[in-house]
């Protein structure tokens, strides 16, 4: 079956750029979306279709996604932006998500 | 604007049945969209359980198909899972969430606020 890998945790300085990614065979062929999910709360969409923001998530929010990877960008990272990313991606009628990293602002 | 909303016992004994109720506001469910159920076990991750489609069809984790069962009643504009034979490993908190069309994207754009469900004796 299909599997998404991504780094159990990912540091950035406020201000910074956070770069978050998801890895998968051949996984350009496929639609990347992200989520963020902060304590206590639901997944919220972030990013869909690889690289597109719903109404709502800032702009500092981007994603690409190439070969075997696609990656989740967040530009001038705020203390808010601090939460669990998972990746998502869909092949041969089944959903999969990774199993998510850990976004630390310090 | 769409609502989802997660409704069912939070408390289910080992070996009997799940069952899992959500209901949809803002859109009848029989117009389009797949619609599924996602669980969180307590720390860890996001496992998708399965979808339906508007029109009936289903697809289930293979991890979980044996025991998983979807369905959509239109006339309650509500779709419902139910999960058989569940042990301590089921106990999660369980989504339901709306998904675009595969051809564009399959993500889930709207989610519920997620019903905590305990399998104890």
């Known amino acids: 079956s299909y599997e998404l890998t991504q780094p159990p945790s990912v540091s950035v300085s406020p201000g910074q750029t956070a770069s978050i990614s998801c890895s998968g065979d051949n996984l350009e062929d496929k639609y990347a979306s992200w989520y963020r999910q902060k304590p206590g709360q639901s997944p919220v969409l972030v990013i869909y279709?690889?690289?597109m923001r719903p109404s709502g998530i800032p702009e500092r929010f981007s994603g690409s996604n190439s070969g075997n990877t696609a990656t989740l960008t967040i530009s001038g990272t705020q203390a808010m932006d601090e939460a669990d990313y998972y990746c998502?991606?869909?092949?041969?009628?089944?959903?999969?998500f990774g199993g998510g990293t850990k976004l630390t602002v310090l | 604007q769409v609502q989802l909303q997660e409704s069912g016992p939070g408390l289910v004994k080992p070996s009997e049945t799940l069952s899992l109720t959500c209901a949809v506001s803002g859109y009848f469910i029989n117009n389009s969209y797949y619609w599924g159920w996602i669980r969180q076990p307590p720390g860890e991750g996001l496992e998708w359980i399965g979808s339906?489609?508007?029109?009936?069809?289903?697809y289930y984790n293979p991890s979980l198909k044996s025991r998983v069962t979807i369905s959509v009643d239109t006339s309650e504009n509500q779709f419902s899972l139910k999960l058989s034979s569940v042990t301590a490993a089921d106990t999660a908190v369980y989504y339901c969430a709306r998904i675009h069309e595969v051809g564009f994207g399959a993500y889930m754009d709207v989610w519920g606020k997620g019903t905590t469900v305990t399998v104890s004796s």
């Open positions: 998502q991606a869909w092949d041969s009628s089944l959903w999969v």
């Open positions: 339906i489609y508007h029109s009936g069809s289903t």
């Open positions: 279709q690889d690289n």
